[in-house]
């Protein structure tokens, strides 16, 4: 996220930063359906974790599952930061 944005404009999965949960709002329509098998589709809550090293996956979890995503990945998800607290309603 650029310190030009607000936290709470849409950004992609890529530029979330770590520890912040946001709520998917769209994804490449290229990418939808392989995504959506893993439970990643719009309205669901997600958050990084980690980054691998050396330009690796990002680590997210959605609800209780840790998944793997790849960067070219998490860049055509789009997501929009919320309040921790909204977040925890929601799942």
């Known amino acids: 996220m650029r310190k030009s944005e607000s936290p709470t404009q849409e950004c992609a999965l890529a530029d979330l930063p770590a520890g912040v949960p946001a709520r998917v709002v769209a994804i490449d329509e290229e990418r939808l359906l392989v995504l959506a098998a893993h439970g990643i589709r719009p309205g669901v809550v997600v958050s990084v974790e980690d980054d691998a090293p050396f330009g690796g996956p990002r680590i ?12 070219v990945v ?18």
């Open 60 to 71: 997210i979890r959605l609800g209780p599952a840790r998944l793997a995503i790849a960067r």
């Open 74 to 91: 998490a860049a055509a998800i789009r997501v929009r930061p919320e309040p921790a607290a909204d977040a925890a309603r929601t799942r």
